[in-house]
């Protein structure tokens, strides 16, 4: 891996969090084109036009672009003959234009997309954190997009990956020498038009966001980010302000692009605060009942929903639709809880019927990949769906579980996620209206795609021991009954384990239900696997013969939470992780049961 990764991108990765400013460059770096004002305007106008001059201001001879979709994040619009435009006017709306296919937005010097004008003249009412919105004083008299041409074949790829979730700088550095250098050592992401990170980009630190956008620069890729629940203004009142601080920082937290024949919709879908009044409107609500202690929820607002059915009316039919959002629509791991999945998925499902259709998201740190015709117990209670009519995936996190774990070989925290999987991302490959989803392990071969092991009878002993403790809390603290090392081979056995049960498992980090797995034992005929859950409407199957041998036993044993030194550091003795939470020094402990 050392070999492959040239020493300027080496250097840029390292500095790049250091001098606090991007180091890649893009070929079309420029802002949009503000003019003027209108007082008590009814309308935004403006123009979508061809920058030839590449500088994101409008001359005279640069001509409007007909038939480009335009919205308000409620109204959605199309230009006319001559680029121009105009939309209904309210106080706190972000103006943006749909990138078509064939086209390119401007960035900024990070890669982050520019095709957005917020309008809140007064700013964000009460003061917040992270600044929230600035005031943008009386709304532009003309408002203009600018787009250049750039050649976009029909099949094309897409970096997509969950959860990167910083608390701190330390935690960056992971993500630098995770993910980050396991792209950056691919010599295969000239042609790449996207980069999409699903929410939760940061740990309730929103200061860290240019950082991140500065950090992941340096592979030259657009970055499209979605808003999550742990990237909120968590001061804020009211859901109308609570993405304000992201608005400022990043940009829109609603928006769509185009780019061959798949049509991408970013949606915000986390809810925050979430009150009493939410959940008397809507009783698959989940929301906390103490107003000192606000919870978030999730749930496309009506505003969002009435934009999506707008914008879906200028869309062909053909156009594969991805909807990105952080939530998931419905998740297998959280498949009985309600604010982790989304409310109003059935409504969301009625809009995009008889399409081609494919849902992205995060926030559970596991790799989920639901395919259609699949069902679990509990979606239909809390998202109104149950059975899935295209596949859902939710991606993994290259924050892992929250960065826990014993460090690996390249420094940074194994961190198997709650399923198994280890940090990775995921690359999208489409072809026009198809698609195939990859999973890449950070800093692991391309071919590896999985973890094998068997699961013993001395192992299913040994787990339920460990489990049990980690269960309890009430020796917080304690040294553990068993570790680790009280896990004896699990690749020898003798005829008591196999008469108590001995079977192979596979944990295939991007399998679905559609996989075929194939084994073979020593030099055999192959076999085919039998997966561990139909998704026909089952519950979820939990305990020792349903868990991965390969990850649990890294994860039942951290040896991080025992180390001290005498430097007197708090933060430096044990470990610290997911919003700060002190872990040790105390013996050795598996992650916490949850």
Known sequence: MAVQLKWGVLAAMVGTPLSGGPTAGFDYVAGIDVRGEAQGASSATGTVFLDTSRDGVRQSDEPGLPGVIVSNGRD????????????????NMTMMVTKPAGYATPTNAAGVPQFFYHHKPEGTPEPLRYGGLS???????????????????ESF?????????????????????????SLAARDDLGDVPCMILLGDVVGDDLGL????????????????????????DFDATDDAHSADSWRQIYGPNVYSFEIGRVFFVALDNVVYPCTLADRAEDDRARC??????????????????????????????????????????????????????????????????????????????????LAAGESFAGW????????????HLVAGA???????????????????GRDGTPPGYVMLEFDGAEYAITFHAANQPEGRQMALSFNTPGFRAWFETAY????????????????????????????????????????????????VVEARLNGGAPFEMTRTQEGAGEVRRVGADHADPFAIARQMTVGRHAWQSRIGDTRTQGFEAWQGTRFGPQPPQSIPAW
């Open 157 to 181: 790829r897409c970096v997509a990956m969950g959860d990167t979730q910083t608390y701190s700088g330390q935690e960056i550095g992971w993500v630098r020498d995770g993910v980050l250098a």
């Open 468 to 515: 049990d403790f980690a269960q309890t809390g009430d020796d917080a603290g304690a040294v553990p009954p068993v570790t680790v090392h009280d896990l004896e081979d699990q690749r020898l056995f003798n005829p008591d384990d196999l008469a108590g049960g001995v079977w192979l498992s596979a944990n295939v980090w991007n399998g679905s239900r559609d996989t």
């Open 135 to 153: 005031p943008t004083g009386p709304l532009p008299a003309e408002i203009n997009f600018p787009l250049v041409t750039r050649d976009e074949p």
């Open 380 to 391: 239909e209670d809390k998202t109104g769906v149950a059975t899935l009519p295209f596949t």
């Open 209 to 232: 966001l240019p950082r991140l956008t500065d950090l992941f620069s340096v592979l030259g890729l657009p970055q499209y980010y979605i808003h999550g629940n742990h990237d909120i």
């Open 398 to 416: 290259p924050s892992g579980n929250w960065f826990m774990g014993d460090f690996g070989f390249d420094g940074t925290p194994l961190s198997f």
């Open 288 to 369: 906390g009942v103490d107003p000192a202690r606000p919870t978030y929820n999730g749930r496309v607002t009506d505003d969002q929903m009435q934009w999506l059915d707008a914008l879906l009316a200028e869309v062909p039919d053909d156009r594969l639709i991805v909807l990105m959002h952080h939530i998931p629509f419905v998740s297998f791991t959280d498949a009985d809880a309600g604010r982790h999945q989304t409310d109003n998925l059935a409504q969301i499902h009625a809009l995009v019927a008889g399409r081609p259709a494919l849902s992205l998201s995060g926030h559970t740190h596991t790799f989920e990949n």
């Open 76 to 91: 959605v619009t199309v230009t006319g003959a001559d680029g121009d435009y105009a939309l209904p006017v309210f106080d």
